[in-house]
Nanobody
């Protein structure tokens, strides 16, 4: 199996910064993509940022210019640097990975972390 472990969430004032980390472990042959999603109360889960194996990235319009996604492929770890945080960034942030598990099969599977709370408030 594959596990994703997140860290770095917490309480921060508007305008502050946080850095989230997510490390993948287990039966991994390769990771095609890793990303961060968030879900606020009463809202649908949304993509925040994603990084593909070729290094390309995607960001939600609401976080462009403020958040940066990066990776360490050797450690199967993805990071989300969040700057100039706003109250509307408050949500549970979930790590996601699209994983190829076997050298024998090219099938890929989605895995999710347990979520980490980010609260932006004065």
């Amino acid at each position: 199996q594959v596990q994703l472990v997140e860290s770095g969430g917490g309480l921060v004032q508007p305008g502050g910064s946080l850095r989230l980390s997510c490390a993948a472990s287990g039966s991994i042959f390769s990771i095609n993509a890793m990303g961060w999603y968030r879900q606020a109360p009463g809202k649908q889960r949304e993509l925040v940022a994603r990084i593909i194996s070729d290094g390309s990235t995607n960001y939600a319009d609401s976080v462009k210019g403020r958040f940066t996604i990066s990776r360490d492929n050797a450690k199967n770890t993805v990071y989300l640097q969040m700057n100039r945080l706003k109250p509307e960034d408050t949500a549970v942030y979930f790590c996601n990975a699209l994983v190829r598990r076997s050298i024998y099969s090219g099938d890929t599977y989605n895995y999710w972390g347990q979520g980490t709370q980010v609260t932006v408030s004065s």
